[in-house]
């Protein structure tokens, strides 16, 4: 099984320490997280002013406050990254963990065309990878694949939907693609999340998986967004497919949902409009020589990320220690590995890479969930960890 080797050239963004990039760092000295300002001259421990990433978001200028900050030198980032992987993890020194906390994790579903047409394939095929090309023709048949232009809720998206349903091609996922209500879901608990150079969790019952590229922001408790990271809402195909009410077995595992490298925090070189036009690419490179890369950009995604946010925080919906919300999945692979007309799934051993100019690269190799480091580190250890350090 391939080993991971990070470094700072391979992880920053393709401006470098340039923007406002904040992240946690795991201390054993401490036997527990500091929240970080990454710089150019060093990592430094700025937990004093803001014990947790939360803290940090919720201030009026996030951004600002980050630069401001000052703290404890921590050593170079090249030298924690070198440490995050497992295989290579010196249990002294300190790692690079999620770059956020006490957010929510949620997740928009069916936001983009190309991922919304596989949905419909997943219910159709219910599970059988098979059956998966036959049906993604006929779909794209009467659906098309460009509804890049159609408006979710729109009366063209109506006049479509009952086009559909009379066509007996309409579907649930249909429904929150083009429909008026999104969906948007519980990815994983708070403090679940793993980090660049972890390993990511596949549950072993699973046998027609896939990596979703996404890109993830980071709204304050007010719903106002502050900065974005890179994610992978790691998706199995078979178990959603067979029923939708399965999404919580498919989405909610160990080691299932990576979010990293940083969190880049909205500044005069970073704002939400560099999110809507960001272009983010997908490589999977596996023991067997197989290699898989995708493209795509958010600026093809059927619903504005500040509507996805105002859909999930608002009057209804209150996140005291404010969300992260995965965007929605860009495209899925569909590329046959083993055989004609099986597709794409995961091997153990797959080395995923989610990249960014704007946010750097998010990288996982992937791993059975049971074989992955387990959770063991939630809320109320983080609670205490910060009272006995006399961070709160």
């Known amino acids: 099984m391939p080993a991971l080797h990070l470094s700072s050239g391979s992880s920053l963004p393709a401006d470098g320490f340039a923007g406002a990039l904040a992240g946690r760092i795991w201390r054993p000295d401490r036997n527990g997280p500091s929240v970080v300002a990454i710089r150019a001259e060093g990592v430094r421990d700025i937990s004093r002013a803001f014990p947790t990433m939360r803290d940090l978001c919720e201030v009026k200028d996030p951004a600002a406050a980050l630069r401001a900050a000052d703290g404890e030198p921590l050593g170079s980032l090249d030298a924690i990254l070198a440490n995050t992987p497992p295989d290579d993890r010196g249990g002294s020194k300190p790692w690079l963990p999620a770059p956020v906390d006490l957010q929510a994790i949620k997740a928009a579903g069916v936001t983009f065309a190309v991922s919304m047409l596989e949905r419909v394939i997943e219910e159709r095929a219910r599970g059988n990878p098979a059956a998966a090309a036959a049906i993604r023709g006929e779909i794209s048949r009467v659906v098309g694949d460009d509804l890049t232009r159609l408006k979710p809720g729109s009366e063209q998206a109506m006049q479509l939907k009952q086009v559909l349903i009379e066509q007996g091609a309409w579907s649930q996922y249909l429904e929150v693609g083009i429909g008026p209500d999104p969906e948007i879901f519980s990815k994983a608990q708070p403090m679940s999340a793993v980090g660049t150079g972890f390993d990511a969790g596949l549950h072993p019952m699973s046998s027609w998986n896939n990596p979703e590229p996404e890109v993830v922001i980071v709204a304050a408790s007010t719903g106002r967004i502050v900065g974005a990271t890179l994610g992978n809402d790691v998706n199995l195909r078979d178990v959603e497919g067979r029923s939708a009410l ?20 909205f500044d005069a070189t970073f704002t939400l409009d560099d999110v809507r036009r960001m272009s ?4 999977v490179e596996g023991d067997d020589d197989f290699r898989l890369e995708g493209f795509s950009s958010i600026a093809k995604i059927s619903r504005d990320p500040a509507d996805l946010v105002c859909q999930m925080i608002g009057e209804h919906h209150q996140y005291p220690d404010g969300a992260v919300l995965f965007l929605g999945t860009m495209f899925a692979p569909i590329d046959d590995r083993d055989a004609p007309g099986q597709g794409f799934t995961h091997k153990i051993g797959d080395v ?24 063991t580190f939630g809320t109320s250890h983080l609670m205490r960890n910060l009272a006995r350090r006399r961070l709160l």
């Open 246 to 265: 399965l999404l919580g077995k498919c989405k909610d595992n160990n080691a299932s949902c990576a979010l990293g490298p940083f969190l880049r925090l």
């Open 280 to 283: 983010v690419t997908l490589t």
């Open 352 to 375: 995923v890479t989610i990249a960014a100019p704007e946010l750097g690269r998010l990288v996982n190799r992937m791993r059975h969930t049971h074989e992955c480091e387990p959770w």
